[in-house]
C-alpha cells in the first residue's frame, strides 16, 4: 500500500522557519503532482503549494515570496521550505500526491496524515 509520511512539523516563532518534508513508499510506478495543503480550525482545507512532476510549482498567494515547494523524484519525496513564518500560518499541513501504482493505471490521490505547525507571535 502507498503511504506519504510527513515530518518537519512543530513550534516556531513569527519570523522563522520550518522545513516539511513528505516521502512516498510502497508500490509505486510514478507521482505526478505532489502539494501542501493546510487546515486551520474553523477554515477550509486550502492548498498552499503544489508542483508538478517536471518541477513546475503554483503558490497560494498567501505564502507566495516565503514558502518554496521543491521534489526528489529519486526519493518520492516533496518538500516545503517556510520562511517568514506568521502566526496565520498556524494549521496542520497535508501532504498530497497523485501516484500511479503500476503501468498504464490512472493516477489517484494519496494523503499524508497531517503534521502540525504552530507560529507564535
Known amino acids: 500500500q502507498v503511504q506519504l509520511v510527513e515530518s518537519g512539523g512543530g513550534l516556531a516563532q513569527a519570523g522563522g522557519s520550518l522545513r516539511l518534508s513528505c516521502a512516498a513508499s510502497?508500490?509505486?510506478?510514478?507521482?505526478?503532482?505532489m502539494g501542501w495543503y493546510r487546515q486551520a480550525p474553523g477554515k477550509q482545507r486550502e492548498l498552499v503549494a503544489s508542483?508538478?512532476?517536471?518541477?513546475?510549482?503554483n503558490y497560494a498567494d498567501s505564502v507566495k515570496g516565503r514558502f518554496t515547494i521543491s521534489r526528489d523524484n529519486a526519493k518520492n519525496t516533496v518538500y516545503l521550505q517556510m520562511n517568514s513564518l506568521k502566526p496565520e500560518d498556524t494549521a496542520v499541513y497535508y501532504c498530497?500526491?497523485?501516484?500511479?501504482?503500476?503501468?498504464?493505471?490512472?493516477?489517484?490521490?494519496?494523503w499524508g496524515q497531517g503534521t502540525q505547525v504552530t507560529v507564535s507571535s
Open positions: 508542483i508538478t512532476s517536471r518541477g513546475s510549482p
Open positions: 498530497n500526491a497523485g501516484i500511479i501504482i503500476r503501468f498504464y493505471s490512472l493516477p489517484q490521490d494519496y
Open positions: 510502497g508500490s509505486i510506478f510514478s507521482i505526478n503532482s
